[in-house]
């Protein structure tokens, strides 16, 4: 026997297993599978599993899947590709604890999913994610509200610079703002290209999101505040009045007028407000405005 046989980090093992099964990568479901063996095992300590539930996200040929099934109480694992199911009962055999979901992840009923699922465990997410829909996963679990203790995730380099960038740095952006209204966003350790087959364009970064039990500011309607925070940062080289008052339709008087009284210079750009100004701002949009917001 080779050393390679059954080794999920082996390109030589990978390259034979999606032979035998007919098996193409696609690119546009961003198919890039670890093999760096040290990645998978420390991402899924570091997210929480131990004893645990945990909902996987693109399961690809399982090797993290089954480092999480090592330690977790139970893993349900989602997979969009169906092609990928066949191979996963192979390479999965030996586990009874994990249970793969056949479907786009944006479309599971995860409320469902938890409630039947998951009682009486703590639920954690742990993923390396298609890039293609980072941002729509990443908020899709947070606005659900879902009893959900952490996200551990691998993003592009990128992406992970913006989701964790504080507010008031160049970086931030609308979805920082959202993140980490919903979660404290913590980053965990740097994975260089070569570590996948086949290896992308990109590097990769892996970043936890702890979820608030509390949240950090109040405003009454978050849907339309997140709008209003979006409006901002659409044209984030202009001053935030620009934009806001094209946006909710009032005049960038007024808007200074409300700028002045929360003492928030007239001249300031999105990315140099906190999450907590940008809420005092939109209370008092909604205190005078009520039709506009
Ligand atoms: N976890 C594996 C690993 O680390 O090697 C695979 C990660 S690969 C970057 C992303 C996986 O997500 C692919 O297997 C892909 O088919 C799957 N995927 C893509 N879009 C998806 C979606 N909307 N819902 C569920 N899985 C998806």
């Known amino acids: 026997m080779e050393h390679y046989e059954k080794n999920l980090s082996s390109p030589k093992y990978i390259k034979e297993l999606l032979k035998n099964h007919n098996f193409f990568l696609s690119k546009s479901?961003?198919?890039?599978?670890?093999?760096n063996p040290y990645i998978c095992p420390k991402m899924a300590e570091m997210s929480g599993a131990q004893n645990n539930f945990v909902l996987?996200?693109?399961t690809g040929i399982g090797v993290?899947?089954?480092e999480l099934a090592k330690i977790a109480k139970k893993v349900c694992a989602v997979e969009i590709d169906s092609n990928l199911i066949p191979v996963l009962n192979e390479t999965?055999?030996?586990?009874?604890?994990?249970?793969?979901?056949?479907?786009d992840i944006l479309k599971v009923d995860l409320k469902k999913l938890f409630d039947e699922k998951a009682k009486n465990m703590k639920i954690c997410v742990c993923a390396n994610l298609p890039y293609y829909i980072t941002s729509?996963?990443?908020?899709?679990?947070?606005e659900l509200n879902l009893n959900i203790e952490s996200i551990t995730v691998m993003v592009q380099k990128e992406a992970a610079q913006r989701i964790c960038a504080q507010p008031g740095s160049r970086e931030c952006g609308a979805i920082s703002l959202a993140v980490r209204y919903y979660s404290k966003p913590k980053f965990l350790f740097n994975v260089s290209r070569g570590s996948f087959f086949p290896p992308p364009n990109v590097d990769s970064c892996v970043i936890k999101l702890e979820i608030n039990k509390t949240l950090p500011i109040q405003v009454n309607n978050t849907s339309k505040f997140f709008d209003m925070v979006r409006?901002?940062?659409?044209?984030?080289?202009?001053?935030?009045?620009?934009?806001?008052?094209?946006?909710?339709?009032i005049s960038k008087?007024?808007?200074k007028n409300i700028f002045n009284n929360l003492n928030i210079p007239n001249n300031v750009r999105a990315e140099q407000l906190s999450?907590?100004?940008?809420?005092?701002?939109?209370?008092?949009?909604q205190n005078k405005y009520v039709d506009k917001i």
């Open 275 to 285: 999450l907590e100004q940008f809420a005092n701002i939109f209370n008092s949009i």
């Open 253 to 255: 008087d007024n808007l």
């Open 29 to 35: 479901l961003g198919q890039n599978f670890l093999v």
């Open 136 to 142: 729509p996963i990443i908020m899709h679990l947070l």
């Open 56 to 58: 996987e996200i693109g």
């Open 92 to 103: 999965l055999a030996d586990f009874n604890n994990i249970e793969i979901i056949n479907q």
């Open 64 to 66: 993290l899947t089954k």
């Open 231 to 249: 409006a901002g940062f659409s044209q984030r080289r202009k001053v935030l009045i620009n934009p806001l008052s094209t946006k909710l339709n």
